[in-house]
């Protein structure tokens, strides 16, 4: 398994299907910090930019780190996003050079020890680490079976890290203290195509063949046992946010 190149052939629907981040989820974020304009951020992981430009239409310079060409070219263009080919463990950033430092859906991604140590030496020592992951809500139950389905597909996500232990590195890390976890609801409204998009977007499911197929089909049951009247379902997500500060 290689992550940089995990989600190659899913860029597009990455870019159209992926849900996005509650707008209180980014003020937590800068809460405290200076002036959105007086802030630059590195995203690592960024994908096709869905948080970058998030940050950005708040007014901050975002250096988006991303390895895979396929995702870089996928991004939507924004004034304030400059996307970069590099990779967590080495982001070629000069030394504390970033007041904040993002990870939205990737962390669990990375090398977690040199990673760290780089956060750590690309942020100023009054910058801020943010942890971001968008989890589907398993007491939703259309959610629970839609993750259910897309695990099944996926051979159950071989060498994927437990919820639980995707952020364990930063708890445990010596170049970080006090973390803090809030979460926010989030609400993704997709109609058939936009949900069998989604599950495709996921890194270990399969585009082609009979696993493929199969899906698929019963992405199409569930829909249409679950739609409004508009054709729509709900994903239901915890959007939960770990936010931590370099050891000083």
Partial sequence: MNPTSLFSGRATDYAQYRPSYPTEAITTILEGLDHPSQLVAADIGAGTGIASRLLGDRGVKVIAIEPNAEMRLAATEHLMVE?????AEETGLPD???DLVTCFQSFH???PSPTLWEFRRILKSS???ALVWGIWDEDDSFTKELE????QASNNLPGLPSRESMVSPLLESSYFQKVRQTTFPYQQWLDLQGLIALAQSQGFVPLSGGEQQQLVTQLQKLHEQAADSSGK???VYHTNIYLT????
């Fill in 96 to 98: 504390a050079s970033v």
């Fill in 109 to 111: 991604w990375f090398n």
């Fill in 127 to 129: 910058g801020r680490l």
């Fill in 148 to 151: 259910r389905l897309v695990l």
């Fill in 245 to 248: 500060e370099p050891m000083v």
């Fill in 233 to 235: 379902v709900c994903v």
């Fill in 83 to 87: 996307f970069s080919s590099a990779t």
